[in-house]
């Protein structure tokens, strides 16, 4: 049967996007899960092992940027068929995130309850979750050996391989994690539990990623490709990673003081922001699978000396998931109350949830177009301007702006998603132009 160049393309966008969105999915999952088990041990374990992730994630997201310069390399070289250096990127890659992990466990597990003394929340919940976080820091080389070896195996086009390894360490944390909290065959640790549940579950992850990259028939990843340094190795995929972690910590420091502004609005709007957020980040599973494909085609098609068919990918995956996350919008605006009320009854948290969930519709056609061209520039190696687009979006727009609405002028929590909506839309605009421009290919 005779195929379609354009066919072609769609399959492989799609091949490589449904793995990474079941990928998502199933991590979205194991936090449900275990909010609804810690939660049965009462509000204090709850609200602690919710600050602890969240620290200790925030950080180490940070971090696992490198395994975004590493996947942008791997992408090229893999497509040009230099499996050799794709190797050494992979490895190199690895040691840098034990290395930095490590150097992360260290400074967490000292400086954890200070930093939890700075928020509001009782001493009884910071005491707590001081105790968790030390637990979930322990564990961060193996997190960010696990995050940067499957954004490898991403990189060469294998998300469903990397989904498997992810679907291994979910099962493996809930698994655990039930045990550990409720006493099922092991000893009743509690919140605790939960905590060492994630950890295992992540040198569970981190062990089957190196298995599997030194079984990869192209790659067979050994010891001395991760612990021999390679000082030129490094140095590039620091060139591409560096810009990378820097917009992680723009984003994630952002949110963090986007959450504190909003806290001032009262307890009805902001517990209705909180909900509204989680049926948001429904919407950030696809964009994220088209992310990588984009990131991952590009920087194949580039290795392989065929820049006019990347950025046909580029274009084509932005099409397809402009129209899909568009459609998406349409029907969570339309089903926006029914969503709002799985979380809460109370009619007032309804109301106001049921609006900011209707306004983020509006950020879901820009959204797409931030995920598939960011992706596709960092799978040109261009990681800069995705960095510059989303400080300035965070920093210079939406907390400038959110502060004068909400904390000077006192508008209600629909205005912080309406000046959101407008910060993507400036985003996209500027991210098209950077692409449509080609200066990247300089």
């Known amino acids: 049967m005779i195929v379609s160049i354009g066919d072609y393309m769609r399959r492989q966008i799609i091949k490589l996007v449904w793995p990474v969105i079941l990928e998502g999915a199933g991590i979205m999952a194991v936090g449900v899960l275990l909010t609804a088990m810690v939660g049965r041990l009462g509000a204090v374990p709850l609200a602690a092992v919710g600050l602890a992730t969240m620290l200790q994630f925030s950080t180490a997201m940070v971090f696992a940027a490198a395994g975004t310069g590493a996947a942008a390399i791997v992408a090229r070289e893999t497509g040009a068929g230099n499996w050799q250096e794709a190797r050494n990127i992979i490895g190199q890659a690895i040691l840098l995130g ?43 080389p193996l997190f960010l050996i696990m995050s940067i070896g499957t954004a490898a195996l991403r990189g060469m086009g294998k998300t469903q391989t990397a989904f498997y390894i992810t679907l291994v360490s979910n099962i493996s944390a809930i698994g655990i994690a039930y045990a550990l909290v409720f006493g ?42 991760v612990l021999v340094v390679r000082s030129k190795v490094i140095a590039r995929i620091m060139d591409i990673s560096v810009p990378a972690a820097l917009e992680q910590l723009a ?15 009262g307890s009805m709007q902001f517990a209705a922001h909180q909900i509204a957020t989680q049926i948001e980040s429904m919407s950030f ?16 098609y580039l290795g392989k000396g065929m820049p006019h068919r990347a950025i046909q990918f580029a274009w084509l995956t932005n099409k397809i998931a402009w129209l899909s996350m568009t459609a998406a919008g349409v029907i969570i605006f339309i089903f926006a109350r029914e969503l709002t009320t799985l979380f809460i ?41 995705p960095m510059y687009v989303t400080t300035m979006g965070v920093w210079l727009i939406r907390l400038p702006l959110v502060y004068l609405f909400i904390c000077v002028w006192g508008y209600d929590i629909t205005a912080a998603w309406y000046i959101t909506a407008g910060d993507f839309l400036i985003r996209g605009a500027i991210l098209w132009w950077r692409f449509d421009s080609r200066k990247w290919a300089k």
């Open 184 to 225: 099922h065959g092991l000893p009743a640790m509690g919140p605790y539990g939960a905590a060492w549940g994630m950890g295992v579950a992540q040198l569970t992850g981190a062990l089957v990623v190196l298995l599997v990259l030194n079984r990869q028939q192209k790659v067979q990843l050994s010891w001395r490709h």
């Open 251 to 265: 984003m994630q420091s952002g949110r963090m003081v986007f959450t504190f502004m909003l806290a001032g609005v």
């Open 98 to 140: 034990a290395v930095l992990g490590t150097g992360v466990a260290a400074i967490g597990w000292f400086a954890a309850e200070f930093v939890l003394n700075l928020t509001a929340a009782e001493p009884e919940v910071i005491g707590l979750a001081g105790s968790l976080v030390k637990i979930a820091f322990m564990f961060t």
């Open 345 to 385: 009854d109370d009619p007032q948290v309804t109301h106001w949830g049921t609006l900011c969930v209707m306004i983020a519709v509006l950020e879901q056609p820009t959204l797409a177009i931030c995920f598939v061209l960011g992706g596709a520039l960092r799978g040109a190696g261009d990681t800069r301007w």
């Open 285 to 300: 599973l696809p964009g994220f699978g088209f992310s990588v494909a984009s990131m991952t085609l590009v920087g194949q």
